[in-house]
Each structure stands twice: as C-alpha cells, then as structure tokens.
Nanobody, 123 residues
Framework: QVQLVESGGGLVQAGGSLRLSCAASGRTFSSYVMGWFRQAPGKEREFVATITRSGGTTMYADSVKGRFTISRDNAKNTVYLQMNSLKPEDTAVYYC????????????????WGQGTRVTVSS
C-alpha cells in the first residue's frame, strides 16, 4: 500500500513556473513507476508524464513536452513535476499516481492515487 500526497499547486500567470511534489509513504517507493495526470473542469483525466522506477526513462504527453519535467528522488520517496512556460490550458487538478505494473500512460496502469493539487494559470 502506498499513500501519496501532492503539494506545490497554486495560482500563476501565463509564462510562469511551478514545481509540484508528491511524497509517498512506505519503504518501497523505488519499486513503483510514478506518473502525473491532470483533470481540467469538465474534462476527463489525462496523462501528463511518467517516470520509470530508476528514473532513467521518462515519457510526456505531447501537450507538455519541452515545458514539463518529471523527476524522482528515491531516497526522499518523492516525485516532482517541474512546469515551465505555463499556459491557461494547463489549468487543472494534478494527480500523482504509483504503479506496480508496466510503465505507461493509461490511468489503468496505476494502482494508487493522491488527492490532487490544483494549478490555475491566469492569462
């Protein structure tokens, strides 16, 4: 069982930056693939980024590629999402997720979810 707690959301102007953090409980953090998803008002939850257990490989949604960076620190049981050049369309609740199975971009690839942190980008 893994518990995930996101932080770092807030209100930022377009073009600005935020760094989201997701702290995981338990001693097996390094055994999980970690991902970030987001859900905008009235829309379905969508994939943002994922990172393998070692942190050696990452994958991004096309909409955030080149602007967002996912990273992890297994010693601190934490995964990060650095978001630069933010746009109003990035406004959403951002969720951290942990998966014990394959590395992927589908919500079904992940077993555990945080409660989310809200990001609002003003124009």
């Amino acid at each position: 069982q893994v518990q995930l707690v996101e932080s770092g959301g807030g209100l930022v102007q377009a073009g600005g930056s935020l760094r989201l953090s997701c702290a995981a409980s338990g001693r097996t953090f390094s055994s999980y693939v970690m991902g970030w998803f987001r859900q905008a008002p009235g829309k379905e939850r969508e994939f943002v980024a994922t990172i393998t257990r070692s942190g050696g490989t990452t994958m991004y949604a096309d909409s955030v590629k080149g602007r967002f960076t996912i990273s992890r620190d297994n010693a601190k049981n934490t995964v990060y999402l650095q978001m630069n050049s933010l746009k109003p369309e990035d406004t959403a609740v951002y969720y951290c997720a942990a998966g014990s199975k394959t590395y992927g971009s589908r919500w079904s690839d992940y077993d555990y979810w945080g409660q989310g942190t809200r990001v609002t980008v003003s124009s």
